[in-house]
């Protein structure tokens, strides 16, 4: 494939991976971002990767993007609208990369021109200052099954990151949600790495976490039974090293706000939508909630 340009908005933790995959897959790579910082780098159990990426601080900075990646927190995406307005020409291809259920309703608002496609990424990473990641394990995307979803897979043929199309995005979706929806409030709440779910009554909790989840999925429209929640509880500190944490970990211990409101949030809604009680979520959103982000 001919070398594209790609903007990254949101060059944190995914935004970083993304751009050292895209670069590694031979593009030209801007990274647009809030907090400037000279050079993006990061450390991956194979070693240092520097990332040759422009830095684009200012909307104007930037045009003429053949692809735009959007890899903020959810809460985040509202903030990112002139960086979407100055790239948005109609044909670049927008790819939604967050965690939780609200890839298109994300940025529905603005009304974009460009086809969007929603994607999900199963990676452990951490944003530790602005330009510098650690990338703790593999990566590996699904996107919305499609053409657009292949050629989001061939643009980034070639990299480390491993992309699958999901033909049922949904259920992707609220299956990430499983990962997500215990051990990113408990992790943030406690503040612990992955290991916290190592303790029995942990696990038990997140066991009641994720049964609420996965009924709430089902009445989502998601095909995912208890044993898919199982799989999640069983492999926590098997796909992640238990030194990882969890995005909403890091941004509590960055005292940035977390993404509570788009990971337990959607659960507790739809649980009160479809008349499915959600306790223990609800204690968790509540929690969460009232944490104070650190003056
Ligand atoms: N970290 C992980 O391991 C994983 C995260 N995810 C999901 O990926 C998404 C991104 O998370 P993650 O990468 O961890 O988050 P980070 O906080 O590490 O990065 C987010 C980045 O977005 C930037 N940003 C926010 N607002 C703007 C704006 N208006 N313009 C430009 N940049 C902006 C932030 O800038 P600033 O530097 O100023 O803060 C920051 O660099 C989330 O939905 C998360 O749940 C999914 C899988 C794994
Ligand atoms: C899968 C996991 C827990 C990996 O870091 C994640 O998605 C997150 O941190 O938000």
Same mark, same amino acid.
């Given at each position: 494939m001919e070398p594209q340009h790609i903007a990254v908005i949101g060059s944190g933790a995914v935004g970083g991976v993304l751009a050292a995959a895209a670069h590694e897959a031979g593009h030209r790579v801007t990274a647009c971002v809030r907090t400037p910082f000279e050079k993006l780098a990061l450390d991956t159990p194979e070693g240092r990767q520097e990332v040759p990426a422009e830095i684009a %601080?200012? *909307? $104007?900075?930037? &045009? =003429? &993007?053949d692809w735009v990646l959007l890899s903020t927190k959810v809460q985040d995406v509202p903030g990112t609208e002139p960086w979407l307005r100055a790239l948005d020409d109609g044909s670049a291809p927008i790819v939604l990369v967050h965690n939780g259920v609200e890839h298109r309703r994300s940025v529905a &608002?603005? =009304?974009?021109r460009g086809p969007l496609l929603p994607a999900l990424i199963y990676v452990a990473a951490?944003? %530790?200052? *602005? =330009?510098h990641v650690i990338r703790r394990s593999g990566a590996r995307m699904f996107v919305e099954g499609g053409a657009l979803g292949a050629r989001f897979a061939a643009l980034l043929a070639g990299s480390g990151v491993r992309i699958e199309e999901a033909e049922d995005f949904r259920t992707a979706a609220w299956r990430k949600m499983l990962v997500n929806i215990a051990a990113n409030p408990i992790t943030a709440l406690t +503040?612990?790495? +992955? $290991?916290? +779910? $190592?303790?029995p009554e942990v696990r038990e909790l997140a066991s009641g976490v994720l049964a609420e989840a996965v009924a709430v999925a089902n009445a989502e429209g998601a095909a995912l039974s208890w044993s898919d929640a199982e799989a999640v509880l069983d492999g926590y500190t098997k796909t992640f090293s238990a030194d990882s944490g969890t995005s909403m970990l890091y941004d509590r211990l960055a005292g940035l706000p977390t993404e509570h409101d788009h990971i337990t949030g959607p659960v507790v809604a739809g649980g009160r939508e479809h008349g499915i009680p959600t306790p223990y979520n609800r204690t968790l959103l509540t929690l969460l909630r009232a944490l104070r982000p650190a003056s």
């Open positions: %601080t200012a *909307p $104007d900075e930037v &045009a =003429g &993007a &608002a603005f =009304g974009l951490e944003r %530790t200052r *602005p =330009g +503040l612990r790495r +992955l $290991d916290v +779910l $190592d303790s």
